[in-house]
């Protein structure tokens, strides 16, 4: 199975400073038909995932544009340009170019 | 409005089934993936279980961990999918929650229902 690692695991952060959450594959995620099913989700406290990014860098609609999504082969970001309270949460990366699709372990988000 | 509803969920003993259901509206269930996902008390998201589509022959797929034990179905008549459970384990009480799947993840999500395994 591929194995997903995030860092860091805990990332307090300035109101209104960038934020960058890193995610490694064990193996490169370049599936047959050319995509990368590499995505981001956060989850608020108490509430289910949402993702932000798909296929790496392509934003779900209604997602803010200070949150951005870039990377290839094995190694992916995500970067929050501008932290505000409401991001606080857990973000999450996930693979499905390979079943079992597989997270990360997850990244904390906090406002110091 | 695109809206997932869990349902089932309860308190069952080591052994013993459960069938979760899961109510989809506001979007052509019949054309996408469908995927269950869980989440272990303070525990991260894995992945369970995922049924394509009929244009796909509704292919199954299922995490090692639940392989042989669950089962994933959906009956695009009623905007459903389901998730059979059995010989369940401690190990699978979780959250579970339902996901339509676009470009490779759930871009929405249920909200959730709870499943419990204990004596």
């Known amino acids: 199975d591929v194995v997903m690692t995030q860092s860091p695991l805990s990332l307090p952060v300035t109101l209104g400073q960038p934020a960058s959450v890193s995610c490694r594959s064990s193996?490169?995620?370049?599936?047959?038909?050319?995509?990368?099913?590499l995505s981001w989700f956060q989850q608020r406290p108490g509430q289910s995932p949402r993702r932000l990014i798909y296929k790496v860098s392509n934003r779900d609609s209604g997602v803010p544009d200070r949150f951005s999504g870039s990377g290839s082969g094995t190694d992916f970001t995500l970067r929050i340009s501008r932290v505000e309270a409401e991001d606080v949460g857990i973000y999450y990366c996930m693979q499905n170019t390979y079943w079992p699709g597989s997270f990360g372990q997850g990244t904390k988000l906090e406002i110091k | 409005e695109v809206q997932l509803v869990e349902s089932g969920g309860d308190l069952v003993q080591p052994g013993g089934s459960l069938r979760l259901s899961c109510a989809a509206s506001g979007f052509s269930f019949r054309e996408h993936f469908m995927d269950w996902v869980r989440q272990a008390p303070g525990k991260g998201l894995e992945w369970v279980a995922r049924i394509r589509n009929k244009g796909n022959n509704y292919p199954t797929q299922y995490a090692a961990s639940v392989e042989g034990r669950f089962t994933i179905s959906r009956d695009d008549s009623e905007n459903s999918v389901y998730l059979h459970m059995s010989s369940l384990k401690i190990e699978d009480t979780a959250v579970y929650y339902c996901a339509k799947d676009r470009d490779g993840a759930g871009d929405y999500w249920g909200q959730g229902t709870p499943v419990t395994v204990s004596s």
């Open positions: 193996q490169g995620l370049v599936r047959r038909d050319g995509n990368t099913y």
